[in-house]
């Protein structure tokens, strides 16, 4: 499973109903929404991928705090385009709730799915 450091603390990225159901209100489209910008590696949507992952350790973790993880990250060179497409794919696109959704997607577009997969390995 991922894991994503905020606070100097290394946590395990998951998903639970209640992420899900945040991450759908964000989105024009829902799920579907989601799964495009995700797809897509926009930052924005990545870091509210990171902050809904984070919900099931109970801590309460600011989304600010998140935000300003991922900034730090990325001024030291650690978080790159790679990372977030690697990480939005390992959270989401491989969630139980969201992975028959995106095998379909795939489906419809293989080609594209297929070079995506090239770019993560």
Known sequence: MARFEVNGKEYELKLTF????????????GS?????KAIAGDLDTFTHIIHAGLFHTGENIAYKDVEKA????????????????????????????????????????????????????
């Not at 992420?19 to 759908?24: A, T, W």
């Not at 579907?32 to 495009?36: A, D, E, K, M, P």
């Not at 969201?98 to 997607?105: F, G, Q």
């Open 32 to 36: 579907l929404g989601l799964i495009g």
């Open 18 to 29: 209640a992420s899900v159901k945040h991450l759908d209100s964000l989105f024009e489209g």
């Open 70 to 121: 991922i900034e730090e990250a990325f001024e030291a060179e650690k978080l790159d385009m790679e990372y977030v497409l690697k990480t939005s794919n390992e959270v989401v696109w491989e969630s139980f709730f969201y992975k028959k959704i995106v095998a379909k997607l795939a489906a419809k577009n293989p080609e594209a799915m297929k070079q995506m997969n090239e770019l993560l390995k």
